[in-house]
């Protein structure tokens, strides 16, 4: 059993020919272990505590100070974050909980998009917060612990089968 729950999201550099998305769309892997690649904020929160919006260098130092035996990390897209924590950090926690994952199970048949803004939506829990980057940055860390507490203590009742049949 693990002694925190860290809730992240991060915000990384993209542009037209390095993304993960359009014409020039590069995997994840690709995209992470590019030369290009640069974290240019990432949003925690550990169990309750507030929100940080910290830079490269105040993450590696953050991370530093977490045992990730004992950290349990919950993202909206694990594949993307845990990979950016594994590979740029060298951070593997001992679980992963994925709030992209749940809502695949759980919203993929009412939801034309999985995004957090959407999942947030229709958990009626508000949109993604985003008002630049830097320290201004509405951080996403609330919105993923409140998708995930939906998730986890709704279900079944908000969730029901597809069919009673």
């Given at each position: 059993m693990?002694k925190?729950l860290?809730?992240?999201?991060?915000?990384?550099f993209y542009?037209e020919?390095f993304?993960?998305?359009g014409?020039?769309?590069?995997t994840?892997?690709?995209?992470?272990?590019?030369?290009?690649?640069e974290?240019?904020?990432c949003a925690?929160?550990?169990?309750?505590?507030?929100?940080?919006?910290?830079?490269?260098?105040?993450?590696r130092?953050?991370?530093?100070g977490l045992?990730?035996?004992?950290?349990?990390t919950?993202?909206?897209n694990?594949?993307f974050?845990a990979?950016?924590l594994?590979?740029?950090y060298?951070?593997?926690?001992?679980?992963?909980?994925?709030t992209?994952?749940?809502?695949?199970?759980?919203?993929?048949?009412?939801?034309?998009s999985?995004?957090?803004?959407?999942v947030?939506?229709?958990?009626?829990?508000?949109?993604?917060?985003?008002?630049?980057?830097?320290?201004?940055?509405?951080?996403?860390a609330?919105?993923?612990?409140?998708?995930?507490?939906a998730?986890?203590s709704?279900w079944?009742?908000?969730?029901?089968?597809?069919s009673?049949a």
């Open positions: 693990t925190q860290l809730f992240l999201d991060f915000e990384t542009a020919r993304s993960l998305k014409k020039y769309a590069l994840i892997p690709e995209y992470i272990l590019d030369e290009r690649f974290v240019i904020i925690v929160a550990v169990n309750n505590g507030p929100v940080e919006v910290l830079t490269e260098p105040e993450l130092r953050f991370l530093q045992n990730p035996d004992e950290t349990t919950i993202t909206h694990a594949l974050d990979c950016i594994s590979w740029r060298g951070f593997v926690p001992a679980y992963s909980l994925d992209l994952g749940m809502a695949r199970c759980l919203l993929a048949h009412c939801l034309k999985l995004s957090l803004d959407s947030a939506q229709a958990l009626g829990e508000g949109v993604k917060g985003w008002r630049g980057c830097g320290k201004n940055f509405q951080s996403t609330p919105t993923i612990r409140i998708c995930a507490g998730f986890l709704a079944p009742q908000r969730f029901p089968p597809l009673s």
